[in-house]
C-alpha cells in the first residue's frame, strides 16, 4: 500500500527567525524546510534514523530553488506544505509551498536530493531506498533548475572558516548556513534597500570543519536586479548561487 505523500507543518516565526526587519531570515526558511522535509520522509519511512541504521547513507540537499512572494513577520504564524516528486536514478525532487495564517500563498520551492554512503561519502542510487509512497506530478514551481555560472568576472567577497557552530550532524557545513554566508556577501544598506525575490542554489561538494570558505561574487548583471555567488574551499567549488533582488 502506497503512503499518502503531503505532509504539512505549523509554524510561528520567532523573535530568533527574523532579521531586522522583523521579516523571516532566509536562512531560517531554509532551516525550516529542512525540519519539514526531514519529518515528511520519516513518516513516510526513510527517515534519518532508518537511513542511517538500516541503509548506512544520509539525505543531502543538493540543489534548491526558492522563490518568494512575501516573507512572513515576527509572530506570524505559516504552514508549510511538502511533497515528494519523480524519483529520478540519483535524485529525489521534492517541492514546498508556504501559507499565511489566511491561507495565502507566499513562497514557493522546489528541491533535488540524494542519498550519500556515510563511509564513503559516495552518491548512492536511489532504488537503494524503498519508494512505497506515490510521487506525485503537482510542481511548485513551473521553471526547470538552471545550469548556474557566472556572467562576468568574479570578485573576492570576503573569507570564512568553517567551525563547530555552522556543520550539522553529517559533519559538513549545512545548507541553511551557506545562505547566511551568501547573505552576508551584501552590506547592510543593501538588505535595507533590497529584499531576495528569488535564489537558486547548487550545493556541489561538501565543507567540513577548519576549511576555508572562500566567497566570490559577480555583479555583471547587477542592473537586472541578479547576483551571482559561489564560494571553494581547498581550490574546488563547494557551491554556486543566483540571487535574484527587488527594491523595498
Excluded at 502506497?2 to 536562512?27: A, C, G, T
Excluded at 514546498?96 to 522546489?110: C, G, H, P, R
Excluded at 570564512?160 to 557545513?173: A, C, E, P, Q
Excluded at 535595507?192 to 566570490?216: H, S
Aim: negative net charge; hydrophobic residues 40%.
Amino acid at each position: 500500500m502506497e503512503m499518502e505523500p503531503i505532509y504539512q507543518k505549523q509554524f510561528k516565526i520567532e523573535i530568533s527567525d527574523v532579521d531586522f526587519n522583523k521579516e523571516l531570515r532566509l536562512s531560517t526558511l531554509f532551516s525550516l524546510f529542512q525540519d519539514v522535509a526531514s519529518e515528511a520522509v520519516d513518516k513516510l519511512g526513510i527517515g534519518i534514523n532508518t537511513l542511517a541504521n538500516n541503509y548506512g547513507v544520509a539525505w543531502v540537499l543538493i540543489k534548491m530553488r526558492v522563490e518568494v512572494l512575501r516573507y512572513p513577520t515576527w509572530e506570524e504564524k505559516i504552514i508549510i506544505e511538502t511533497w515528494p516528486r519523480e524519483i529520478k536514478t540519483l535524485e529525489f525532487e521534492r517541492d514546498f509551498l508556504v501559507y499565511d495564517q489566511n491561507n495565502n500563498l507566499i513562497i514557493k520551492a522546489s528541491s533535488i536530493w540524494i542519498i550519500l554512503d556515510t563511509n564513503t561519502r559516495r552518491i548512492k542510487r536511489s532504488n537503494t531506498l524503498p519508494a512505497r509512497y506515490i510521487q506525485m506530478t503537482k510542481k511548485a514551481l513551473d521553471n526547470k533548475f538552471m545550469k548556474l555560472r557566472a556572467f562576468g568576472d568574479l570578485h573576492e567577497a570576503y573569507k570564512r572558516m568553517i567551525g563547530y557552530s555552522d556543520i550539522d550532524f553529517n559533519g559538513h557545513l549545512n545548507n541553511s548556513k551557506y545562505i547566511d554566508f551568501i547573505t552576508d556577501c551584501f552590506p547592510l544598506q543593501n538588505h535595507q534597500d533590497f529584499y531576495v525575490k528569488a535564489i537558486e542554489v547548487n550545493f556541489i561538494n561538501e565543507a567540513l570543519p577548519g576549511e576555508t570558505l572562500v566567497l566570490k561574487k559577480d555583479v555583471t548583471n547587477v542592473n537586472e536586479n541578479t547576483i551571482y555567488i559561489e564560494g571553494e574551499t581547498n581550490n574546488q567549488t563547494t557551491f554556486k548561487a543566483v540571487v535574484e533582488i527587488e527594491k523595498r
